[in-house]
């Protein structure tokens, strides 16, 4: 069953079956269903390989994904996915270690999949424009910025929340439910990235609330927003014998190994510590307790990405910085002190 | 900085450097050495364009997955993209609903992208050859098989657990924990599938040690697999204010969802109630409490089925199917009766 043979049976023109079938708007309505039923009927599927051999270069966006145990990136992936899709394009992902070099990783991916576009999930926030000459076509920070960088503004694009400010609303809400004493733990990666401006949130808004640091409550843990590391980074702390009726985490992952280290001490989240977090994974709607999270709108970041991409690689427009909303989802793992 | 500077500046032919970048054996150690080293210092990055331009295909290999919210697929496919990597191909991921039609995504995909080969993460399990015909190219059923269907086993390849003995061993563990009301929760797929045989599994496990099945401890959920409806659907058996020690869910997530239903209404897990599942997520060693389940070696699954493919597509050898063995990760979640 080919096009003609769909042509043929409705008695209309192969190029009306194409137009019906890439969704142009000029026929009639009569025809269009027409078409469309005995396509369905026939269970005939367009080939579009002509249409790709049309195009000069390859059709492939690349995704980099660093940080090969994120949920929250594996969510981001599914719609990134969709968006390219619709577009007619072809996602090739590519999954990297969290402390991984993700641009030259995304350099050798363009090389090898003569890559149209590109987009980072996940990077360091401190390119500089030399390192960047490696990268060739046009290219989206999704979940991070180049703020500890030095490229130009108009050289790349960039969707993500405001990390410092989405840390700092997090650990308003524990101020204000009464909690002075509140620990943070922060991944130490080795590059300077998410971790340093949430952090920063985090100092920020005890300056802002007149509440003095105590580096006792600071959990630094190995690798990058891994499980393993913050559950022996909680128990490291618990056994200091240090005094906190707070929590604050980088990711909902790295919550729920630190409201696991905190239950395996005999400490009830949220009775004797709440815990509070950054993501907003639709597992964490699970935890036990429900975790309190800021949400990142994963959907949204996902089709803010491609569609700036897009429009760069096919318009030429200029490059965008979208800084979106993490929201307060109010779970169980905050109370009141 | 080409493969002809490398070569110029380590004094041999173009050839050697490009035997050392494909790692080919017959190069001296001490010209490998030399020229890898060039190849660092320079940071120079191979370009396969060439390479590619000799194969008469494409290099895509499709993986279509579906469930995008599985998070067992989420990990798989991370092992499938670095193993299709490593082989020289392009991994392009298909992301579909779990009740959509995955051969038909399959059959659009391999026209679209020119596929030299196809991994099904997930599907359903009563294929027809006539269905089938939609696919040209070698494909493998990763995760499951074609056990209520009528393809040939020489048709197509399988990697999978033994669905029905996994199931089977998880319920006659809370048996030998000395629980005898053992409830269920079972997604209601539409197709016949997965939940089938694990179902199947649970009433074998029953029967052979002589504990009558009471339908009111099955809990059919809407979807496939998801969070909300498994909460509901326990919430439900809950309130019906039916007896029992112990519930199996068929996934790690459903767990983790059965779990909070019934934390919420007042039960501890596992002193009021036992839970067991199949899986074995990362996430779901840090669930409160820490999940005992069946721990699929999702690993080994992504190695083995992309190795199968590009055995049949490069070698042309013939179809396997693996059943691959799940073994018990005690948790918390499970304690004697």
Redesign the interface.
Known sequence: MTIKDIAKVCGVSVSTVSRVLNKHPDVSETVRRRVLQEVETQ?Y?????AR?LVRSRSD?IGVVVRG??N?FF?EML?TI??EI?RAGY??????IDSDADEV?AG??LE????LQGLIFLGGRFDYTPAELT?IGVPYVCCSYTNCFGSLEEKDYSSVSIDDHLTAYRATEHLIRCGHRRIAAVVPSCSDRSISELRYDGFRSALRDYGIAFDSNLLVETGGCFE?PET?EGVCRLLRCGVDFTALLTLSD?TA??A??AL?DHGRSVPQDCSVIAIDGL??S????P?LTTMVQPVEEMGRESVRILLDTMENGAPTEHLRLEAKLRAGQSVCDL
Chains 1, 2 share one sequence.
């Open positions: 269970g599927i367009p080939n579009n390989s790709d492939a090969t145990g949920l594996a599914k996915g969709r899709d072809t996602m090739v992902p590519r999954f030259k350099a050798i090389r090898e999949k003569k490696l499980m559950y992952t729920m190994a409201m696991k239950q639709n597992v709607e699970y935890a036990n429900t």
